[in-house]
């Protein structure tokens, strides 16, 4: 009766413990990102990218973000938000546009869409803009996003666990290499992990 009485007891434990990692664990992430993540164009040449969520599981009402890139090497030529018409045929644009070498955008939905509305033309990935750029000079820009906010479909909140991949695009025929340590950075480093490995071998 005893043994039937400690399994019991570890049951419920377990049960008990199994449900907070349930309830305590985070939701799946949605995703903010740019598409293509890398390409190489010419000098003088168009080219453009889409800022894709994905990973929805709730429609999304609005959005504001801020896309900085290097304005040496490319130039903003224009932006599309919402191409595919997901979010409704009346919507709000408030997007400050382009100012040096970034862009800032803030979009909301047609207000006579639903929640339901949304959801059904959403789906769990859409084009949020489209943006275009002409190269200017070689070199590899990055393409970043930051303060990315979703709302939901009405608006009363903001969507939680929202991450950002960026991307980046190299202006030049040759292609380009990312930047790599000096000679005198890396023999500073080695100098440092030197004397890091002499001091170990004192104390010893």
Request: with cysteine; charged share 15%; net charge negative.
């Amino acid at each position: 009766m005893k043994r039937f009485n400690r399994t019991l007891r570890l049951l419920a434990v377990t049960a008990v413990a199994l449900g907070t990692l349930l309830s305590t664990a985070p939701a799946e992430a949605i995703t903010v990102s740019i598409s293509p993540a890398t390409q190489t164009i010419g000098t003088g040449s168009s080219t453009s990218v889409d800022i894709i969520v994905s990973d929805l599981t709730d429609p999304v009402g609005g959005f504001s973000l801020t896309l900085t890139f290097d304005d040496l090497l490319l130039s903003g030529d224009g932006f599309t938000n919402d191409p595919d018409g997901k979010m409704g045929a009346l919507p709000l644009d408030l997007s400050g546009g382009f100012s040096g070498g970034s862009l800032d955008l803030f979009f909301a939905a047609d207000a006579l869409e639903t929640e339901a509305s949304l959801g059904a033309s959403e789906g769990a990935s859409f084009i949020l803009a489209t943006v275009k750029f002409t190269g200017l000079a070689h070199g590899l820009s990055p393409l970043t996003l930051s303060d990315v906010i979703l709302s939901n479909w009405d608006g009363s909140s903001t969507l939680a666990g929202v991450e950002s991949v960026n991307g980046e695009i190299c202006v030049g025929e040759g292609g380009c290499e990312k930047p790599v340590p000096e000679p005198g950075t890396l023999a500073l480093l080695g100098l440092g992990m030197l004397g890091m490995g002499l001091t170990r071998r004192r104390r010893g």
